[in-house]
């Protein structure tokens, strides 16, 4: 089943940073889409729960610098 979470990231400054987490957060097994906006700090993933959960990704936010608050 696919499901989509919005998480706040502090720390989105640029373009730069959009990229390298969707590149980041976009590589984890069972995402399907990440679209970080750095103008909100959010980050909207969509993902098949049955391949990655939750914690899955904000620990791929976390491990590329952008924490989820």
Do not use: K, W
């Amino acid at each position: 089943m696919t499901r989509t979470e919005t998480y706040t990231v502090d720390d989105i400054h640029c373009g730069g940073c959009e990229r390298m987490i969707r590149t980041l957060v976009g590589d984890v097994a069972g995402v399907q889409q990440v679209d970080p906006d750095h103008r909100t700090n959010q980050v909207v993933v969509r993902y098949d729960e049955s391949q990655v959960d939750d914690a899955a990704i904000r620990e791929a936010l976390a491990n590329s610098g952008f924490r989820p608050t």
